[in-house]
Nanobody
């Protein structure tokens, strides 16, 4: 049962902001790369961002560059996704997962419940 827990989603107006959190108890996250993914209605799940174990390297999908920021606080065993300037097309269920490096599509944790982000007027 290697599963992470997402939180922080909600309903926000276009242009607004949300901060998502990814956490796990009984599991060290500081030795893993962590990725954020999302699945919008009627679409396939896609990668959004990834952060290396140390936090020294990050990457982003083109659709969110300049608006989203991934970070981690290893002392709190938590990874964050700060989402600014949100658009309706950002509406999706957001998931986090352990990755076998940010340059790999290997996933080492199961999908959790995710957290719903809805951007609407």
């Amino acid at each position: 049962q290697l599963q992470l827990v997402e939180s922080g989603g909600g309903l926000v107006q276009p242009g607004g902001s949300l901060r998502l959190s990814c956490a796990a108890s009984g599991l060290r996250l500081d030795i893993y790369s962590i990725g954020w993914f999302r699945q919008a209605p009627g679409k396939e799940r896609e990668g959004v961002s990834c952060i290396s174990s140390s936090g020294g390297s990050t990457n982003y999908a083109d659709s969110v560059k300049g608006r989203f920021t991934i970070s981690r606080d290893n002392a709190k065993n938590t990874v964050y996704l700060q989402m600014n300037s949100l658009k309706p097309e950002d509406t999706a269920i957001y998931y986090c997962a352990i990755k076998g490096g940010c340059g790999s599509n290997l996933r080492l944790s199961s999908w959790g419940q995710g957290t719903q982000v809805t951007v609407s007027s």
